[in-house]
């Protein structure tokens, strides 16, 4: 969940331990476990038990499982439910319910993106198939989430994703206005911190609405495409931490035009030829974060034999425009883009 320019130099002002316990789910029934990864960090799972094909939710940057599950109707694991799915919502480290571990210890901040691919997606795969007796797992993304899950294929295979989902997530960087962007915030800033407290900051922005700093940059949603108690909600109980190893991979990711480690070193967007699973790639035509451009070269990115590529935007449709985060928040979302995901998905049943 990228942020304009004078959001972002906001949020690295503020230099306070945002120390906010997790908000609660509007589900009470979810059952949350924590799992240790590989590399010793730790994740947060909250399952809405079904008995069907499991699905893995992934939030994205600055982001928890809640943004997937914020209040009753906007939900994608009412939906997933409702159809006979096992949705499992993910907290990345560092995110949501995995700010702390189980002994209350802040997560360190020392990771990357490539961190949350190799080690966070799959611990959380290798639970759900030990505790569902599953071999594959469906996975759905939300922007970076998006973003994480086909670099996690990459990374480990996809004998073990049976369809993949992004949201509103880029396969390239093909112009330079993001780039611009980004190499200019923090060419301004300098040395970026290694925790951006972003809660205490939008808590801060939800109390003075309508003035909301975000609402300058017009960045983060279609304005008119989002209620205002919904963003209120957003505020305060989506928003984690960012971290400076995210904000550099990004920039080099930018500057490469492509997904690429935070090394440089392996290039994921050539990669992702190798897979060869079901893939819905979804993008929001009044999206300023993941343009059309970036979104529609998920058609021949992979290896699959199976892609659908579709734009949420009045040309097709669609009630809006949408924007990077009203495609899964705003009034017509449930309708015209969870259940569209819900039911592309159970088209495909037979991958599980």
Request: net charge negative.
């Amino acid at each position: 969940m990228p942020l304009g320019t004078h959001t972002l130099l906001l949020l690295l002002l503020v230099s306070c331990d945002p120390n906010m316990g997790p908000a609660p789910d509007h589900c009470p029934d979810a059952e949350s476990s924590r799992i240790t990864t590989q590399d010793g960090a730790q994740i947060a799972l909250h399952r809405h038990r079904n008995e069907g094909p499991p699905v893995l939710v992934i939030h994205g940057i600055s982001s928890n499982h809640r943004f997937w599950d914020l209040t009753a109707g906007h939900s994608i694991a009412e939906a997933l439910v409702d159809d006979g799915f096992d949705p499992w919502l993910l907290d990345l480290r560092g995110h949501g319910d995995a700010l702390r571990t189980e002994t209350g210890a802040r997560q360190h901040f020392g990771w990357t993106i490539d961190d949350y691919a190799e080690f966070d997606v799959s611990a959380a795969m290798a639970h759900i198939q030990r505790t569902t007796g599953h071999s594959k797992v469906a996975l759905i993304g939300h922007s970076l989430g998006g973003m994480v899950a086909a670099m996690y294929a990459t990374i480990h295979g996809d004998e073990a994703v049976a369809a993949l989902v992004t949201v509103a997530s880029p396969v390239v960087f093909p112009d330079g206005d993001f780039q611009t962007w980004l190499h200019q915030t923090l060419s301004a800033i300098g040395t970026v911190p290694r925790s951006i407290p972003t809660p205490a900051v939008a808590r801060f922005m939800a109390g003075w609405h309508p003035a909301l700093p975000v609402q300058g940059d017009a960045v983060l949603f279609n304005h008119r495409n989002m209620a205002e108690h919904m963003q209120q909600t957003m505020l305060r109980r989506v928003v984690s931490p960012t971290t400076q190893g995210e904000l550099q991979q990004l920039h080099r990711m930018l500057k490469a035009g492509r997904l690429v480690s935070a090394d440089g070193r392996r290039d994921y967007s050539a990669q992702l030829s190798d897979l060869t699973v079901p893939l819905l790639a979804i993008g929001g035509g009044g999206d300023r974060i993941a343009p059309k451009q970036r979104i529609l070269p998920w058609a021949t990115a992979t290896g699959s034999e199976d892609v659908t590529v579709l734009m949420a935007d009045t040309a097709s449709g669609f009630a809006a425009d949408y924007g990077h985060l009203d495609l899964v928040l705003g009034p017509a979302a449930p309708r015209e883009v969870l259940q569209p995901i819900v039911a592309w998905l159970s088209e495909r049943r037979d991958h599980w």
